[in-house]
């Protein structure tokens, strides 16, 4: 009927200032995204394909952290830490879901700045609306059908006995665990979903960045150089923190590591990744900076 979710129990002197910093930092991932949505949306100089795939990938941001940090907090401020089956399962779905998602976005913004850099007279032609939307929905659309999949692998296991998981939300591993049976079939599910998700979208990143290397060691100038690259510094710092936690946690054929530990790191892409999106395409692009200065009406 219901779950038991452990995750902090281990720190009961921490509870209150993890409450604390968790949602502060929660408070600020939501303004950061949803100023950064509202300034794309009401200036049209940002209406192009990398700030379109911005603007979409805070939206999947804010919805990824809402599947998850809303119930962690109440957890932590309460005594009944329990979650339903139905809800365990509905969490899961969205988490996967729009973390599937982002992942691949982020390969949308990689092939866009590929396109800019490698093949620039062709942009607008490579690069229009209609194709834009069309990665867009592949990436939702996959990501989705994705974390369905697994979802109902997972929770038709039988759970009988211990109800209790360790974790502060309901991931894969700690799910399987919490079952009464060990099936390696599932376990080799969740392997292939990984793979496809994480490994594939990183390794399309990097053959992007291949190319766009390529061109830009061959432009003449260093001036020339630095500008190029300054395009993709904030995507490929957030590409290696997520695919980077990503990895640690989910690119393993069974969890070696202890789940204390997959607690830990869990916190960095629940809570610290989506608020470095918008900080760091907020802190390090120009024309956020003068979009912004206008929205509040200075020159």
């Known amino acids: 009927v219901e779950f038991i979710l452990t995750g902090f129990s281990d720190f ?65 401020i309460t005594e009944e830490k329990s979650i339903s089956f139905t809800g365990c399962a509905v969490q899961m779905f969205f ?4 973390g599937g998602t982002n992942c691949m976005l982020l390969t949308a913004m990689g092939y866009d700045r590929c396109v800019a850099i490698c093949k620039p007279l062709h942009y607008k032609v490579l690069m229009n609306d209609r194709v834009c939307s069309q990665l867009v929905g592949f990436a939702t659309v996959t990501g989705f059908t994705l974390s369905l999949v697994v979802t109902y692998f997972i929770f038709t296991l039988p759970f009988c006995g211990g109800k209790e998981i360790n974790h502060f939300f ?37 053959l992007s960045y291949v190319l766009i290397f390529n061109t830009i060691l061959k432009i003449p100038s260093t001036e020339g150089k630095r500008k190029a690259f300054s395009t993709c510094a904030s995507h490929l710092t957030v590409v290696v923190v997520h695919f980077g936690c990503a990895s640690i946690i989910y690119l393993r054929p ?46």
């Open 12 to 76: 009961p002197d921490l509870q209150i200032p993890l409450f604390v910093l968790f949602l502060l930092a929660y408070l600020v991932t939501l303004t950061g995204n949803v100023l950064l949505m509202t300034i794309i949306s009401l200036h049209r100089h940002l209406h192009i394909p990398m700030y379109f795939f911005l603007s979409i990938l805070s939206f999947s941001e804010t919805c990824y952290t809402f599947a998850v940090i809303p119930k962690m907090l109440v957890n932590l």
């Open 254 to 299: 069974k969890s070696t590591c202890s789940l204390q530990e997959d607690t830990l790191i869990s916190v960095t892409y629940t809570v610290v990744t989506p608020l470095l999106n918008p900080v760091v395409y907020s802190l390090r692009n120009k024309d956020v900076h003068l979009a912004l200065r206008k929205s509040l009406g200075r020159k």
């Open 170 to 206: 309901c991931d894969m591993a700690p799910v399987i665990q919490a079952a009464c049976t060990e099936n390696n079939g599932i376990e080799t599910v969740i392997f292939i979903f990984c793979i496809v998700v994480v490994f594939g979208s990183f390794l399309w990143i990097l």
């Open 95 to 98: 988490f996967l879901g729009f």
